[in-house]
Protein backbone atom coordinates (compact mmCIF):
# COMPACT_ATOMS: atom_id res chain seq x y z
CA UNK A 1 0.00 0.00 0.00
CA UNK A 2 2.86 2.50 1.15
CA UNK A 3 4.78 1.76 -2.36
CA UNK A 4 1.11 2.23 -4.07
CA UNK A 5 0.66 5.70 -2.70
CA UNK A 6 3.93 6.95 -3.75
CA UNK A 7 3.09 5.83 -7.37
CA UNK A 8 0.17 7.71 -7.11
CA UNK A 9 1.54 10.93 -5.68
CA UNK A 10 -0.19 9.98 -2.19
CA UNK A 11 2.88 9.92 -0.47
CA UNK A 12 6.79 11.27 -0.28
CA UNK A 13 9.56 9.38 -0.48
CA UNK A 14 12.34 10.75 1.62
CA UNK A 15 14.45 7.34 0.80
CA UNK A 16 15.72 3.69 0.50
CA UNK A 17 17.40 1.66 3.38
CA UNK A 18 20.47 -0.58 2.25
CA UNK A 19 18.52 -3.81 2.49
CA UNK A 20 16.52 -1.53 -1.04
CA UNK A 21 13.35 -3.08 0.63
CA UNK A 22 12.50 -0.72 2.76
CA UNK A 23 11.29 2.88 1.79
CA UNK A 24 10.68 5.70 4.32
CA UNK A 25 8.04 7.70 2.89
CA UNK A 26 5.91 10.49 4.50
CA UNK A 27 1.92 11.62 3.61
CA UNK A 28 2.13 15.69 2.36
CA UNK A 29 0.29 18.30 3.45
CA UNK A 30 -2.80 18.06 1.30
CA UNK A 31 -5.33 20.68 2.29
CA UNK A 32 -7.10 20.74 -0.69
CA UNK A 33 -7.74 16.96 -0.69
CA UNK A 34 -8.42 17.32 2.72
CA UNK A 35 -11.49 19.73 2.33
CA UNK A 36 -12.86 17.78 -0.77
CA UNK A 37 -12.88 14.70 1.77
CA UNK A 38 -14.72 16.88 4.35
CA UNK A 39 -17.40 17.86 1.67
CA UNK A 40 -17.91 13.85 0.79
CA UNK A 41 -18.28 13.74 4.27
CA UNK A 42 -20.85 16.11 5.01
CA UNK A 43 -22.59 15.59 1.98
CA UNK A 44 -23.12 11.33 2.18
CA UNK A 45 -23.22 11.43 6.52
CA UNK A 46 -20.18 8.99 7.04
CA UNK A 47 -19.37 8.04 10.17
CA UNK A 48 -16.06 8.79 10.25
CA UNK A 49 -15.69 7.07 13.89
CA UNK A 50 -16.67 3.79 12.23
CA UNK A 51 -14.41 4.95 9.03
CA UNK A 52 -11.34 4.89 11.18
CA UNK A 53 -12.04 1.62 12.69
CA UNK A 54 -12.83 -0.05 9.58
CA UNK A 55 -9.38 1.66 8.22
CA UNK A 56 -6.87 0.42 11.41
CA UNK A 57 -8.62 -2.55 11.67
CA UNK A 58 -5.90 -3.50 8.58
CA UNK A 59 -2.22 -4.74 8.96
CA UNK A 60 -0.32 -2.33 7.39
CA UNK A 61 -1.57 1.05 9.50
CA UNK A 62 0.05 2.28 12.61
CA UNK A 63 -2.57 3.15 15.46
CA UNK A 64 -0.70 5.13 17.97
CA UNK A 65 0.74 3.87 20.83
CA UNK A 66 -1.18 5.94 23.21
CA UNK A 67 -4.39 6.61 20.67
CA UNK A 68 -3.09 9.78 18.91
CA UNK A 69 -5.52 8.68 16.12
CA UNK A 70 -8.13 8.88 17.99
CA UNK A 71 -7.48 11.89 19.31
CA UNK A 72 -6.91 13.25 15.94
CA UNK A 73 -10.24 12.21 15.03
CA UNK A 74 -11.80 14.01 18.06
CA UNK A 75 -10.28 17.33 17.07
CA UNK A 76 -11.20 17.13 13.31
CA UNK A 77 -15.07 16.35 14.16
CA UNK A 78 -15.71 19.35 16.25
CA UNK A 79 -13.79 21.35 13.79
CA UNK A 80 -16.28 19.44 11.34
CA UNK A 81 -19.21 20.30 13.40
CA UNK A 82 -18.50 23.98 13.16
CA UNK A 83 -17.33 24.60 9.73
CA UNK A 84 -19.50 24.43 6.94
CA UNK A 85 -17.46 26.09 4.03
CA UNK A 86 -13.56 25.89 4.63
CA UNK A 87 -13.77 29.30 6.20
CA UNK A 88 -11.56 29.86 9.84
CA UNK A 89 -13.38 29.15 13.19
CA UNK A 90 -13.84 30.63 16.90
CA UNK A 91 -11.15 28.94 18.48
CA UNK A 92 -14.03 29.28 21.81
CA UNK A 93 -16.75 27.56 19.48
CA UNK A 94 -13.73 24.91 18.92
CA UNK A 95 -13.34 24.18 22.55
CA UNK A 96 -17.02 24.09 23.11
CA UNK A 97 -17.42 22.08 20.28
CA UNK A 98 -14.52 19.56 21.78
CA UNK A 99 -15.67 19.27 25.11
CA UNK A 100 -19.27 18.83 24.65
CA UNK A 101 -19.28 15.38 25.60
CA UNK A 102 -22.17 13.79 26.94
CA UNK A 103 -20.42 12.02 30.10
CA UNK A 104 -20.38 13.44 33.28
CA UNK A 105 -17.75 15.78 34.14
CA UNK A 106 -15.57 16.49 37.10
CA UNK A 107 -13.67 19.27 38.96
CA UNK A 108 -9.56 18.50 39.74
CA UNK A 109 -11.00 17.47 43.70
CA UNK A 110 -13.51 15.25 42.67
CA UNK A 111 -15.70 13.00 44.90
CA UNK A 112 -18.95 11.57 43.94
CA UNK A 113 -20.42 15.12 44.79
CA UNK A 114 -19.07 17.02 42.97
CA UNK A 115 -20.54 16.05 39.47
CA UNK A 116 -21.72 19.20 37.09
CA UNK A 117 -23.90 18.47 33.73
CA UNK A 118 -22.08 18.95 30.70
CA UNK A 119 -23.22 22.38 29.78
CA UNK A 120 -22.52 23.30 33.23
CA UNK A 121 -18.75 21.89 33.09
CA UNK A 122 -18.11 23.52 29.30
CA UNK A 123 -19.43 27.01 31.32
CA UNK A 124 -16.87 26.34 34.16
CA UNK A 125 -13.95 25.34 31.67
CA UNK A 126 -14.79 28.99 29.62
CA UNK A 127 -14.41 30.86 32.68
CA UNK A 128 -11.34 29.18 33.35
CA UNK A 129 -8.33 31.37 34.86
CA UNK A 130 -5.06 31.07 33.52
CA UNK A 131 -2.35 29.20 35.90
CA UNK A 132 0.51 31.26 35.20
CA UNK A 133 0.61 35.12 35.13
CA UNK A 134 3.33 37.71 34.29
CA UNK A 135 2.82 40.84 36.55
CA UNK A 136 1.77 42.45 32.76
CA UNK A 137 -1.17 39.87 32.30
CA UNK A 138 -4.86 40.44 33.50
CA UNK A 139 -6.50 37.37 35.35
CA UNK A 140 -9.09 36.94 32.55
CA UNK A 141 -11.04 34.22 31.65
CA UNK A 142 -10.56 31.89 29.03
CA UNK A 143 -13.28 33.06 26.69
CA UNK A 144 -12.25 36.78 27.38
CA UNK A 145 -8.62 36.24 26.73
CA UNK A 146 -9.09 33.96 23.02
CA UNK A 147 -12.44 36.38 21.88
CA UNK A 148 -10.69 37.37 19.27
CA UNK A 149 -8.47 34.00 18.68
CA UNK A 150 -9.19 32.45 15.18
CA UNK A 151 -7.92 28.54 14.48
CA UNK A 152 -7.76 27.28 10.69
CA UNK A 153 -7.08 23.26 10.09
CA UNK A 154 -8.48 20.69 8.16
CA UNK A 155 -5.94 17.70 8.22
CA UNK A 156 -2.71 16.80 10.26
CA UNK A 157 0.91 16.28 9.28
CA UNK A 158 3.77 14.48 11.10
CA UNK A 159 6.79 16.38 11.99
CA UNK A 160 9.39 14.46 12.81
CA UNK A 161 11.99 17.11 14.13
CA UNK A 162 11.04 18.94 17.44
CA UNK A 163 13.04 21.71 16.03
CA UNK A 164 10.14 21.86 13.26
CA UNK A 165 8.00 23.22 16.16
CA UNK A 166 8.22 27.09 16.40
CA UNK A 167 6.23 30.24 15.55
CA UNK A 168 7.36 30.62 12.08
CA UNK A 169 6.99 27.09 10.99
CA UNK A 170 3.33 26.99 12.66
CA UNK A 171 2.75 30.65 10.73
CA UNK A 172 3.04 28.59 7.33
CA UNK A 173 0.83 25.67 8.68
CA UNK A 174 -2.09 28.28 9.04
CA UNK A 175 -1.89 29.44 6.07
CA UNK A 176 -2.10 25.69 4.55
CA UNK A 177 -5.06 24.70 7.22
CA UNK A 178 -2.74 22.21 8.74
CA UNK A 179 -2.04 21.00 12.47
CA UNK A 180 0.83 19.30 13.65
CA UNK A 181 0.95 15.36 14.30
CA UNK A 182 4.27 14.87 16.40
CA UNK A 183 7.10 12.62 16.23
CA UNK A 184 6.93 9.17 18.10
CA UNK A 185 8.46 9.65 21.45
CA UNK A 186 8.40 13.22 21.39
CA UNK A 187 8.64 14.30 24.78
CA UNK A 188 5.88 16.24 26.65
CA UNK A 189 3.04 16.41 23.79
CA UNK A 190 1.75 14.41 20.62
CA UNK A 191 -0.64 17.20 18.77
CA UNK A 192 -0.06 20.84 18.08
CA UNK A 193 -2.62 23.26 16.74
CA UNK A 194 -1.46 26.64 15.74
CA UNK A 195 -4.05 29.20 15.52
CA UNK A 196 -3.77 32.99 15.52
CA UNK A 197 -4.29 35.03 18.63
CA UNK A 198 -5.85 37.87 17.52
CA UNK A 199 -7.30 38.35 14.65
CA UNK A 200 -7.91 41.83 14.34
CA UNK A 201 -4.12 42.24 13.69
CA UNK A 202 -2.07 40.91 10.84
CA UNK A 203 -1.20 37.05 10.43
CA UNK A 204 2.18 36.46 11.30
CA UNK A 205 4.76 34.53 13.64
CA UNK A 206 4.22 36.89 16.48
CA UNK A 207 0.78 36.67 16.49
CA UNK A 208 0.74 32.75 16.71
CA UNK A 209 -0.35 30.49 19.28
CA UNK A 210 -0.96 26.95 19.94
CA UNK A 211 -3.11 23.93 21.61
CA UNK A 212 -0.06 22.10 23.23
CA UNK A 213 -1.84 18.28 23.48
CA UNK A 214 -0.63 15.37 25.30
CA UNK A 215 -2.41 11.72 24.62
CA UNK A 216 -2.19 9.00 27.26
CA UNK A 217 -3.70 5.56 26.81
CA UNK A 218 -3.18 4.00 30.01
CA UNK A 219 -5.49 3.10 32.91
CA UNK A 220 -4.00 4.97 35.80
CA UNK A 221 -3.93 7.95 33.43
CA UNK A 222 -7.84 8.81 34.84
CA UNK A 223 -9.45 12.43 35.05
CA UNK A 224 -7.13 13.13 38.47
CA UNK A 225 -4.95 15.79 36.92
CA UNK A 226 -1.01 15.45 37.35
CA UNK A 227 0.74 18.12 37.63
CA UNK A 228 4.22 16.87 35.91
CA UNK A 229 2.51 16.38 32.48
CA UNK A 230 1.78 19.95 32.26
CA UNK A 231 4.97 21.53 33.93
CA UNK A 232 7.55 21.69 33.10
CA UNK A 233 6.60 18.86 30.17
CA UNK A 234 4.37 20.99 28.14
CA UNK A 235 6.54 24.57 29.05
CA UNK A 236 6.20 25.62 25.19
CA UNK A 237 9.73 27.12 26.05
CA UNK A 238 11.52 23.73 26.18
CA UNK A 239 9.67 22.47 23.68
CA UNK A 240 10.82 25.32 21.32
CA UNK A 241 7.44 26.51 19.94
CA UNK A 242 8.06 29.81 21.89
CA UNK A 243 11.59 31.78 21.42
CA UNK A 244 12.69 33.52 24.86
CA UNK A 245 11.17 36.06 25.77
CA UNK A 246 13.80 38.60 25.26
CA UNK A 247 13.46 37.69 21.95
CA UNK A 248 9.73 37.45 21.42
CA UNK A 249 6.80 38.57 23.07
CA UNK A 250 5.16 35.67 24.47
CA UNK A 251 1.08 35.28 24.06
CA UNK A 252 -1.32 33.06 26.08
CA UNK A 253 -1.44 29.27 24.88
CA UNK A 254 -3.63 26.40 25.70
CA UNK A 255 -2.49 23.30 27.53
CA UNK A 256 -4.08 19.68 27.58
CA UNK A 257 -4.14 16.01 28.47
CA UNK A 258 -6.19 13.36 26.70
CA UNK A 259 -6.45 10.14 28.93
CA UNK A 260 -8.44 7.70 26.62
CA UNK A 261 -7.69 5.22 28.72
CA UNK A 262 -9.45 6.40 31.58
CA UNK A 263 -12.09 3.80 33.04
CA UNK A 264 -13.72 6.76 33.74
CA UNK A 265 -15.03 9.80 31.33
CA UNK A 266 -14.72 13.42 32.38
CA UNK A 267 -13.10 16.28 32.20
CA UNK A 268 -10.92 18.04 34.91
CA UNK A 269 -9.98 21.49 34.95
CA UNK A 270 -6.72 22.43 36.56
CA UNK A 271 -7.51 24.85 39.48
CA UNK A 272 -5.05 28.26 39.28
CA UNK A 273 -3.19 28.98 42.77
CA UNK A 274 -4.38 31.90 44.95
CA UNK A 275 -3.74 35.32 43.20
CA UNK A 276 -1.69 37.82 44.73
CA UNK A 277 -1.36 41.98 44.66
CA UNK A 278 0.88 42.25 43.25
CA UNK A 279 0.80 38.72 41.67
CA UNK A 280 2.86 35.94 42.81
CA UNK A 281 6.20 35.56 41.15
CA UNK A 282 7.73 32.64 40.29
CA UNK A 283 9.96 31.15 37.65
CA UNK A 284 7.09 30.10 35.38
CA UNK A 285 5.36 33.44 35.57
CA UNK A 286 8.42 34.95 33.74
CA UNK A 287 7.76 33.63 30.62
CA UNK A 288 4.07 33.09 29.91
CA UNK A 289 0.58 32.71 30.32
CA UNK A 290 -1.01 29.43 30.18
Excluded: W
Aim: hydrophobic share 40%; aromatic share 8%; with cysteine.
Amino acid sequence: MEFEQVEYHMRFCLGIKNDNETAITIAPSEPILAEGAAFIVRKLNIDQARLLENVLSGPSLDKGDRGEMVSLLLFILARDSIVKDGRNMKLTSFLSALLQSGGPSTTVNDDQEGRYTSAVHLSNVLEGRPMFLRDSDKDVSLQDCFKHSEVHFNHFIRVEHASAMNRNTLYGLIARGAAILCRENQPGVDVVIPFVFDARKPVGPDNVSVILCQVRNAFHCTTKVVGYLFEPNMDPFRLGVFNPPEKQAPIPFIRMVMALGSPDPGISILTPPPRRNPLRHSKPADKYTA
